[in-house]
């Protein structure tokens, strides 16, 4: 082996090479894998419907929404 491809710089010279190659071939895949996550995640948020109001005058009225509701189903 030639004297100016051994040592330490050269050694991290090679590696980096080697996982920036690595690196750059399996990035498509982990790409498609977080669009996946993504989407699953965003379905299920979508399945637990709309999000908690957050002013109080609006869970107030949401509370009596749904005690009516409630009310109107226990009636029936």
């Not at 989407?39 to 749904?66: C, F, N, R, V, Y």
């Amino acid at each position: 082996m030639p004297p100016e491809r051994l040592g330490c710089f050269e050694l991290t010279k090679q590696l980096s090479k080697i996982l920036f190659i690595h690196i750059k071939h399996s990035m498509p895949e982990i790409v498609k894998e977080i669009k996946e996550k993504r989407a699953e995640a965003q379905a299920e948020i979508a399945d637990l419907g709309p999000p908690m109001p957050s002013g109080a005058g609006d869970k107030q009225h949401l509370l009596w929404t749904m005690i009516t509701e409630f009310v109107q189903t226990f009636k029936n």
